[in-house]
Every structure is written in C-alpha cells, then in structure tokens.
C-alpha cells in the first residue's frame, strides 16, 4: 500500500466520525422553539367607566325610621258625641281629651275641630326564638258579663209647671248611648232622645218646655206641662221597648 492510499483512508475515517458525531448529537438535542415576541395589547384611550354603587340595605335586626303619620281633624256636626267620636276613629275617649286639651268634654260645638291622636303602633323588633314550655292544663273560668244599664230617674222639678219641670236622668252604671230611648207620662206624651252618649256618673236634664239641647240639657218642645196632677208614673224605655225604670209622682 503506498503513502497516498494510507492518506486517503485515514481521511475518509475522519470524515466517516465527524459525520456520525454530528449525528449523534442532532439526535440527542431537544427540540427548542424558535421563541416569538406577540405584540402587547395597547391600552384603550378611552378611561373605564367605574361601576355605579348601590344602595346599601340598612343593617340586620335594626328597625327602619318611623313615619309620621298625618293628623286627622274631625268637625264636630250637629249630635256629635265625644264618646261617639271616639268609637268611630278606635281612639279613646281620654286620649281625645289630653289631644285637645279639653276643660269640659261634655260640652261640644258645632264646628269646633278636634284633633284625633293616632293609634300606637310598636315598632317591629327582631324576634328572637321563645323557649319551650310544657303547657299546664288549668281550669276554665266563666267569662264576665256585660255591665247591665243602670239609669235612675232621680227628680222631677217643678211638675205641672211647664216653663219649670225638669227630669233629672242619672247614669249609674255603663255608659250609654241613648238615642232612641224614650220618657212617657202615661197619657201618650212620649219623649224620644236625641243622640246622645250619658257617661258613667254624669246626668242629664230633661226640659219640657223649648230651648236649644246640649249635652247637659235636652229640651222637649211642649206648650203644656208634662208632668201634671194627673201623672202618676214617669216611665223610662231603651230603643228596644223594654222598661228601664221608672219613677212615681204620687
């Protein structure tokens, strides 16, 4: 073998190895990415718009304000009681009074404005769970009747003079509305009453002759007299007819 083959095969062997070592180490690198640079969102020029904020709730367990409620004005007409007025707006009859600063609550004007004091309502609290209780069983009790009227005819002034006569009518038990209620004489003179509320206690004075009724005076409107000689029995009826009482002249 001459000098240039020896040559010629040691660089073919050389070149044989680079190649494989070439190989061998494009087989053995991970596979890297060519990285890529995106382009980065531009901020809008136009500011956002802050979101609206709600209304917050008043706090748990704690009540709302309270609203005021409107006074109402009742104007006294013709009949109008302060018992009657009471019933008619669920108020009582001395709350009414203290509202209006009322000297004398029998006495009322036609036209006069009263100031009707709302009703009491509690404000709403929150609950809170009740313990547990074993029920006792207990005795039933009789429920209480009502209170019976109680009117006396108490006087009869002057009888037989009709400018002077008077009866005297006197509450001694419940208040009573005595409209429709009537006073006779036995010879087919009867009085029918207005309306017209006799408190516990209070009286009421009956006129025969003519004058303008209060709540105190009630005028009749006969020319004669009413209680003459000739009447024994002064009788007193409820709207139903049924006797209430009565009262002897002789």
Not at 190 to 213: A, D, E
Not at 225 to 240: H, Q, Y
């Given at each position: 073998?001459?000098?240039?083959?020896?040559?010629?095969?040691?660089?073919?062997?050389?070149?044989?190895?680079?190649?494989?070592?070439?190989?061998?180490?494009?087989?053995?690198?991970?596979?890297?990415?060519?990285?890529?640079?995106?382009?980065?969102?531009?901020?809008?020029?136009?500011?956002?718009?802050?979101?609206?904020p709600l209304p917050q709730a008043s706090p748990a367990g704690q009540p709302s304000p309270p609203m005021t409620p409107t006074p109402i004005i009742h104007v006294?007409?013709?009949?109008?009681?302060?018992?009657?007025?009471?019933?008619?707006?669920?108020?009582?009859?001395?709350?009414?009074?203290?509202?209006?600063?009322?000297?004398?609550?029998?006495?009322?004007?036609?036209?006069?404005?009263?100031?009707?004091?709302?009703?009491?309502?509690?404000?709403?609290?929150?609950?809170?769970?009740?313990?547990?209780?074993?029920?006792?069983?207990?005795?039933?009790?009789?429920?209480?009747?009502?209170?019976?009227?109680?009117?006396?005819?108490?006087?009869?002034v002057a009888p037989g003079r009709q400018e002077a006569e008077v009866v005297v009518l006197t509450n001694r038990g419940r208040d009573v509305r005595l409209q429709?209620w009537t006073l006779s004489n036995g010879r087919g003179q009867v009085y029918t009453f207005p309306n017209l509320t006799l408190f516990r206690g209070n009286s009421?004075?009956?006129?025969?002759?003519?004058?303008?009724?209060?709540?105190?005076?009630?005028?009749?409107?006969?020319?004669?007299?009413?209680?003459?000689?000739?009447?024994?029995?002064?009788?007193?009826?409820?709207?139903?007819?049924?006797?209430?009482?009565?009262?002897?002249?002789?």
């Amino acid at each position: 073998m001459t000098r240039q083959q020896v040559i010629f095969i040691l660089a073919l062997n050389a070149l044989i190895s680079l190649a494989i070592s070439l190989l061998v180490v494009w087989l053995v690198s991970p596979r890297i990415a060519p990285s890529v640079t995106l382009p980065q969102a531009m901020p809008s020029a136009t500011s956002a718009t802050e979101p609206t904020p709600l209304p917050q709730a008043s706090p748990a367990g704690q009540p709302s304000p309270p609203m005021t409620p409107t006074p109402i004005i009742h104007v006294v007409k013709p009949g109008d009681t302060l018992f009657w007025i009471a019933e008619k707006y669920n108020v009582s009859r001395e709350s009414i009074i203290e509202e209006n600063n009322l000297a004398d609550p029998d006495i009322l004007a036609v036209g006069q404005e009263l100031i009707i004091p709302p009703l009491e309502v509690e404000a709403a609290l929150p609950t809170e769970p009740l313990p547990s209780y074993t029920a006792t069983p207990v005795e039933p009790t009789a429920t209480p009747t009502e209170e019976a009227f109680h009117l006396e005819i108490t006087d009869i002034v002057a009888p037989g003079r009709q400018e002077a006569e008077v009866v005297v009518l006197t509450n001694r038990g419940r208040d009573v509305r005595l409209q429709g209620w009537t006073l006779s004489n036995g010879r087919g003179q009867v009085y029918t009453f207005p309306n017209l509320t006799l408190f516990r206690g209070n009286s009421v004075r009956i006129y025969t002759t003519k004058g303008r009724n209060t709540p105190s005076d009630l005028y009749w409107g006969l020319d004669s007299a009413a209680w003459g000689p000739e009447v024994e029995v002064v009788t007193l009826k409820d709207s139903e007819g049924n006797v209430q009482t009565t009262y002897e002249l002789h």
